[in-house]
């Protein structure tokens, strides 16, 4: 087992790495200080390991809340729900909320632990590749809007991130594609040796590799906590964690949320986002080459889809928050594994881009 | 006009207290640091001074949200349709929401700052008595859910509060009385001078004189800041704020939210806490007799509704937040202006208390 401690002051937190790890209970008891807990998951997830994790926390009072599964489902609606639970079973400010799922669970079980009552304790249980690289570090937490994806949230950190690599045998091959998108962007924004690691290392992640995802867990994890340890609050820095998003969130917002996964639309809008920087001069074509050839070797999809227009592309990159005072801020490449975030975009390149990374119907 | 620094740490702010400020813009404008503004009020205020407002502040995306007036009115649903119109209105990162009314404007506008973008700035212009005292210090935002008040929230801290007393020449004097009941409070928890100040000018503060007002908003606040600054989020000594507020939620939850004014609900709550504190011994039978004394020349209720019995008040506190791990905690007084948490509560005491507070029918 790997622990690595994400650095936040008196929010700091350990995230514990490995097999079998729902197995061992103390890692989750020792970070309960109350005796009421409410285990947060979706109606995918909650057959497969509920009962697991119930029986090995014995002497606690445990309520569910099983949440209908996928990103369309991660409303305010749908979040208010969790409250009805924790109310009616009377939970109180000692009580430490569990989320066992995915992204989508994580981002509304934190969101919950951040305003019920003012804040309570949570610990996340990610049970997708996606969510153990992306949401075990960085205290983002939220749902969505019809009007905008993450729209509504809090940054909130968690008592304990435990990342178990066993959970992944159950995932649908297109999700693991889906974490391993990040896992990339990890390389690209800040990490030139990981990249090239994962050049050599694609077929063993794809594969369910116990070691080779492991390592990837740590090594994203490890890229993430230190950008979020100099920047809490998206003040800069931290935006550079967007590479692929903003072109991404465009992609997702346009096709619904959750016909594309969201992993896949991050993959798409890196391949859009790496062809910009290499408008600007910023990679070279072979550079170019290898980052679409890894996102292909991947199973991600390099093109945006075929009915997307560039108009609707700027209409919906308009509405991100990641636009500053109604100027669009990209984080682009500046050379491997080294990320920007830039207002100076050159919107002939940018019609380029749009035009280049159209699938072809 | 007196200004007040809430001491927070890089959340610190100023209260501005006097008469006349919301025809002095540049005490806002100098916290407003985008281009955007949401102005959030509700039916009752919004026709007084919407438009004063607005027309002092030129040159900025001002956008304005009228909720329904009224406690009942504190709900999820409410406070998700800011959203609708900060989305609509392409509000981005920097826009700054403006709560324009009470106590219920006020903690369903921080809180909607709170996790709008997951949070941008908020300033609180309170317009009623109660809102100036309670609300204006200490980032409690929220609201409520059908089995409980407050449970939905988070600690936010505005940019500024411009409490200007002479919009309190609009409140209705049951309204008035109501923010009384909160400026008693804090003589009797923490300043005992104050509390013989308030015995000596309380017919001043009824008849809305304006030095007078200025006078107990600014002590109430710099009462409540002191408190606030060892504790911004209620581990402890906080909690003494809630003097009176354990019996009074009950009463509100059992009248339903808005029949009884939370002011009205709170000075009866300090009667019965004041009731409970006396058979323990800590005051004396004079100086419960000044104490209610007091409420009743603030036309405040100082018994519990006839019609509520010991077991209802019971059940309410047992799902009151201030219950740690299923233990009732209390606040009481020590003596006259000192305040204590306990959960070494005499239950044939504080039955005794809830025989001799019940109102006659």
Not at 64 to 77: A, F, M
Not at 208 to 235: H, I, M
Request: a negative charge.
């Amino acid at each position: 087992m790997q622990v690595l401690s994400v650095n936040l002051g008196d929010r700091s937190y350990p995230i514990y790495i490995g097999e079998g790890l729902l197995s061992q209970p103390e890692l989750l008891t020792r970070h309960i200080r109350g005796r009421q807990l409410c285990i947060i998951s979706n109606d995918r997830i909650a057959p497969l390991y509920m009962d697991k994790l119930c029986s090995s926390l014995t002497g606690l009072q445990i309520s569910k809340v099983i949440l209908p599964d996928g990103e369309s489902h991660k409303t305010l609606e749908i979040w208010a729900s969790i409250f009805d639970t924790l109310l009616a079973e009377k939970h109180n400010r000692t009580t430490t909320l569990i989320a066992l799922g995915g992204g989508v669970v994580g981002d509304m079980t934190g969101f919950a632990a951040a305003c019920y009552q003012r804040g309570v304790d949570f610990i996340q249980i990610p049970t997708t590749l996606l969510s153990m690289v992306d949401s075990s570090v960085g205290g983002k937490t939220g749902v969505n809007h019809p009007l905008g994806k993450n729209m509504i949230g809090a940054f909130y950190q968690p008592q304990c991130v435990l990342a178990d690599i066993s959970l992944l045998s159950s995932l649908p091959s297109r999700e693991l594609s889906a974490g391993i998108a990040e896992i990339i962007k990890y390389g690209l924004i800040s990490d030139y040796d990981f990249f090239v690691w994962l050049e050599n290392n694609i077929d063993a992640l794809l594969g369910g590799d116990a070691f080779a995802l492991t390592y990837a867990v740590q090594r994203s994890c490890e890229n993430k906590a230190a950008v979020v340890a100099q920047d809490e609050r998206e003040g800069g820095l931290r935006a550079i964690l967007n590479f692929g998003h903003t072109f991404g969130h465009a992609i997702e917002t346009a096709q619904g949320y959750g016909n594309w996964l969201h992993g896949e639309a991050v993959g798409a809008g890196m391949a859009m986002a790496a062809d910009l920087s290499w408008r600007r001069g910023a990679i070279s074509d072979s550079e170019l080459a290898r980052i679409v050839d890894l996102l292909h070797k991947a199973k991600l999809p390099t093109k945006a889809p075929a009915d997307m227009s560039p108009a609707q592309f700027m209409e919906l990159m308009g509405v991100d928050k990641k636009v500053l005072d109604g100027r669009l801020r990209l984080v682009l490449l500046e050379s491997m594994g080294k990320a920007i975030t830039t207002s100076d975009i050159d919107l002939v390149m940018l019609q380029q881009t749009f035009d280049a990374s159209k699938a072809v119907i």
